[in-house]
């Protein structure tokens, strides 16, 4: 296995010309639009120029169709390698939850299982807790149990896992937060616990599951583990940018084996933007399980969350559109699916600790017209 790096390996960057927009932005474009994609595209170098992105994609399907797919920037500074939106993997982080949830709606529809299980009914060797925890705690961030500690052994684990039962001995034997179904809070461990739910219920690997059920059936064969000791084709380079040194550098090393139902996915734009136009055109599951899977969450005092499950909703009720962001050491994702738009979106960087909301806002505006 790839042994953890001693120091950061600093990149260094002709900045200034990052600033005056000489940055090289190699384009896959296959936009149908051009004032929409020009604009779009004036908008992405400049954040990125000001932001110190080093490589970007987005893609954008609308009525079935790629209106907009392109790459910016660089996949890899050191061997110059080019993003592409079709074949640059990046790390999407907490995409990886929508991925998992439809994993449970397949098998949920399937009728492998049920929302109101006991996880014990499906893994028994979870150790026993004060409360019953469902399956639908676990999608919907109700479960009580624990996020990420403030230790760097957890976001920054450098150790391999290699199970998602061994993954789930990182958390197990803590207590309950609150007692579940009580209140709101996210936690990518109880996506780990999820796929071992996955697993339970399907007699499959999550990560097999996941192949066999959801991107072999829909071709998303740039979507895959970030397993550190593997040759991936197209992985990106994961960096951020330093404000001491003035530079891009390498991010330090990360095993993301113990999250992968959680955060620990590469995928493409492209590939992000098939699955969600199929969950969104019901071409994974049915109209109701989506509708199931995508209704604000019920507290046990009965009030309403607007998460769902799995999925991020909009609080705007005159804009209500879902989806998911992530971020991992050295990348960012987001999905979103715009219903009344019949679009969805999908963009992925291979830098973190950079916010650049308000830009894509603008592009998303330009393609819904508003």
Do not use: C
């Given at each position: 296995?790839?042994?953890?790096?001693?120091?950061?390996?600093?990149?260094?960057?002709?900045?200034?010309?990052?600033?005056?927009?000489?940055?090289?932005?190699?384009?896959?474009?296959?936009?149908?639009?051009?004032?929409?994609?020009?604009?779009?595209?004036?908008?992405?170098?400049d954040?990125?120029?000001?932001?110190?992105?080093?490589?970007?994609?987005?893609?954008?399907?609308?009525?079935?169709?790629?209106?907009?797919?392109?790459?910016?920037?660089?996949?890899?500074?050191e061997?110059?390698?080019?993003?592409?939106?079709?074949?640059?993997l990046?790390?999407?982080?907490s995409?990886?939850?929508?991925?998992?949830?439809?994993?449970?709606?397949?098998?949920?529809?399937?009728?492998?299982?049920?929302?109101?299980d006991e996880?014990?009914?499906?893994?028994?060797?979870?150790?026993?807790?004060?409360?019953?925890?469902?399956?639908?705690?676990?999608?919907?961030?109700?479960?009580?149990?624990?996020?990420?500690?403030?230790?760097?052994?957890?976001?920054?684990?450098?150790?391999?896992?290699?199970?998602?039962?061994?993954?789930?001995?990182?958390?197990?034997?803590?207590s309950?937060?609150?007692?579940?179904?009580?209140?709101?809070r996210?936690?990518?461990?109880?996506?780990?616990?999820?796929?071992?739910?996955?697993?339970?219920?399907?007699?499959?690997?999550?990560?097999?599951?996941?192949?066999?059920?959801?991107?072999t059936?829909?071709?998303?064969?740039?979507?895959?583990?970030?397993?550190?000791?593997?040759?991936?084709?197209?992985?990106s380079?994961?960096?951020?940018?330093?404000?001491?040194?003035?530079?891009?550098?390498?991010?330090?090393?990360?095993?993301?084996?113990?999250?992968?139902?959680?955060?620990?996915?590469?995928?493409?734009?492209?590939?992000?933007?098939?699955?969600?136009?199929?969950?969104?055109?019901?071409?994974?599951?049915?109209?109701?399980?989506?509708?199931?899977?995508?209704?604000?969450?019920?507290?046990?005092?009965?009030?309403?969350?607007?998460?769902?499950?799995?999925?991020?909703?909009?609080?705007?009720?005159?804009?209500?559109?879902?989806?998911?962001?992530?971020?991992?050491?050295?990348?960012?994702?987001?999905?979103?699916?715009?219903?009344?738009?019949?679009?969805?979106?999908?963009?992925?960087?291979?830098?973190?600790?950079?916010?650049?909301?308000?830009?894509?806002?603008?592009?998303?505006?330009?393609?819904?017209?508003?």
């Amino acid at each position: 296995m790839q042994q953890p790096t001693e120091n950061k390996t600093a990149i260094r960057l002709l900045l200034t010309a990052i600033v005056v927009g000489i940055f090289p932005f190699t384009s896959f474009s296959q936009a149908t639009n051009g004032d929409k994609s020009a604009e779009s595209q004036s908008i992405i170098k400049d954040m990125m120029a000001e932001k110190h992105v080093v490589g970007m994609a987005i893609t954008i399907i609308q009525n079935g169709d790629t209106v907009w797919s392109e790459g910016f920037g660089f996949a890899d500074l050191e061997s110059q390698t080019k993003v592409n939106p079709a074949t640059t993997l990046f790390r999407v982080g907490s995409v990886s939850k929508p991925f998992t949830s439809t994993a449970v709606a397949k098998l949920y529809e399937q009728k492998q299982l049920n929302l109101d299980d006991e996880i014990h009914q499906h893994v028994p060797y979870f150790p026993k807790k004060k409360h019953p925890i469902t399956i639908h705690h676990l999608a919907s961030h109700t479960s009580g149990i624990r996020h990420y500690s403030g230790e760097p052994e957890e976001y920054w684990n450098q150790k391999f896992f290699g199970s998602v039962k061994e993954s789930l001995t990182m958390f197990q034997d803590d207590s309950l937060l609150f007692e579940p179904g009580e209140k709101f809070r996210y936690s990518s461990f109880g996506y780990n616990t999820l796929s071992a739910v996955i697993e339970g219920a399907s007699g499959s690997d999550y990560l097999s599951y996941l192949d066999e059920a959801i991107f072999t059936p829909l071709g998303m064969h740039h979507t895959i583990a970030d397993f550190t000791d593997s040759i991936i084709v197209g992985r990106s380079e994961p960096y951020q940018y330093d404000t001491i040194s003035g530079s891009i550098i390498n991010t330090d090393f990360v095993d993301n084996s113990y999250k992968w139902a959680g955060g620990g996915l590469l995928s493409t734009t492209e590939d992000m933007a098939t699955f969600a136009w199929a969950f969104h055109n019901n071409q994974i599951v049915s109209e109701s399980t989506k509708q199931r899977f995508t209704q604000p969450i019920q507290f046990n005092s009965g009030e309403y969350h607007a998460y769902a499950l799995g999925w991020a909703r909009s609080a705007d009720s005159s804009d209500p559109d879902y989806g998911h962001g992530g971020t991992a050491i050295g990348g960012k994702g987001s999905i979103k699916i715009y219903p009344e738009s019949n679009l969805v979106i999908a963009i992925a960087a291979n830098v973190w600790k950079v916010g650049y909301r308000d830009e894509i806002n603008q592009v998303i505006k330009l393609w819904l017209n508003r």
